[in-house]
């Protein structure tokens, strides 16, 4: 058989199926159909295992790309000094290598430095304690980070029995943490802010809320963008800013979209986003097809096949319009 493409085959199969009507050697049918059918399985099988193979792929990139991220975020107490002397020397800066870190890091995480400072609280022969103030904005939206950092002085004997100059920064630990961020996102972001506060997770923080920043821009635009396409159907309770928007059907039902977004302990970020229907008992009395029953299941569906702005606006169309 010389079926190249899963239209050959599937025209290759039809054809052999048809052949049952007409007179012939239904023998030499079968085989055609089972011959056919059998491409048409291995190349079923052939494609699967090429989706899975992908799917691996894109998980094993994820998960280079979130190390990445995590070395871009990494602040040790040397990167700490050059940001500083980085933000207050400001493009007269003569560390290049630090002026190359901010930019990449800005660019690959959307964080952006404004300000760094840090003073000596305590100082002896073996311990030095600081106090360091980072602030930022990422995406728009400001933070502030105030810690205490503990650093072990390490004698030239021991520093050298180290296995590399790097594991130095282990001796080095956040004592305390204190987060204040731009008040958008507090009502949102609290627990994870003070589970970060508590577990002296600067890094998780800075990764986590850059994540987060990026998605409540995209949440607000979106929001903005329906208000102005619909301004009559369209309501935001909580504003731009919020994480619900309504709109109305003809037939009296509402119809809410939460778009919430969450920040796991390890920073990662996600955006669950549900539809929620109100409507009297009357009306779902009426309802015989399970239209507004089924309502949030379909809107489910089209988020996974069209995308988020894509889906919503497929559906306020649909509803407005019956």
């Known amino acids: ?82 940001i500083q002397s980085s933000l207050q020397l400001g493009s007269n800066v003569t560390d290049q290598s630090t002026q190359d870190h901010l930019h990449l890091q800005g660019s690959f995480t959307g964080i952006q430095y ?3 400072t840090v003073k000596v609280l305590k100082k002896d022969s073996e311990q030095i304690t600081r106090q360091h103030c980072l602030q930022g904005e990422c995406s728009g939206l400001t933070f502030q980070a105030d810690f205490k950092v503990e650093e072990q002085t390490l004698s030239v004997t021991a520093r050298e029995s180290l296995p590399s100059p790097s594991n130095q920064e282990t001796r080095n630990r956040i004592t305390s943490l204190s987060i204040k961020i731009d008040d958008r ?71 809410t979209v939460v778009w919430g977004i969450s920040v796991s302990t390890t920073g990662r970020a996600d955006q669950p986003i549900v539809l929620q229907v109100t409507s009297s008992k009357q009306m779902r009395r009426l309802d015989e097809q399970k239209v507004l029953t089924t309502a949030p299941e379909k809107f489910q569906q089209m988020l996974q096949r ?17």
């Not at 208000?227 to 504003?239: C, I, M, N």
């Not at 069209?306 to 319009?321: M, P, V």
């Open 185 to 255: 996102a507090l009502w949102e972001l609290e627990e994870f802010v003070r589970e970060a506060e508590k577990s002296r997770s600067l890094q998780p923080f800075l990764k986590g809320y850059g994540q987060y920043a990026q998605r409540f821009v995209a949440r607000q635009k979106a929001f903005e963008h329906f208000k102005r396409q619909y301004p009559e159907e369209v309501t935001l309770p909580q504003g731009s800013f919020g994480s619900s928007m309504k709109f109305g059907s003809h037939n009296g039902a509402m119809y």
């Open 306 to 322: 069209l995308g988020i702005e894509k889906s919503i606006d497929t559906f306020i169309q649909a509803i407005t319009t019956t």
């Open 114 to 116: 404004t300000d760094a």
């Open 1 to 82: 058989m010389a079926a190249s493409s899963d239209a050959d085959i599937f025209e290759e199969a039809n054809r052999a199926l048809q052949g049952f009507n007409d007179d012939g050697d239904h023998d030499d049918q079968l085989d055609n159909c089972l011959a056919a059918m059998t491409t048409v399985k291995e190349s079923k099988d052939r494609y699967s295992a090429e989706i899975e193979r992908l799917r691996e792929e894109v998980a094993h990139l994820e998960v280079q790309v979130e190390e990445d991220e995590q070395r871009l975020l990494e602040i040790q107490m040397t990167t700490l000094d050059r």
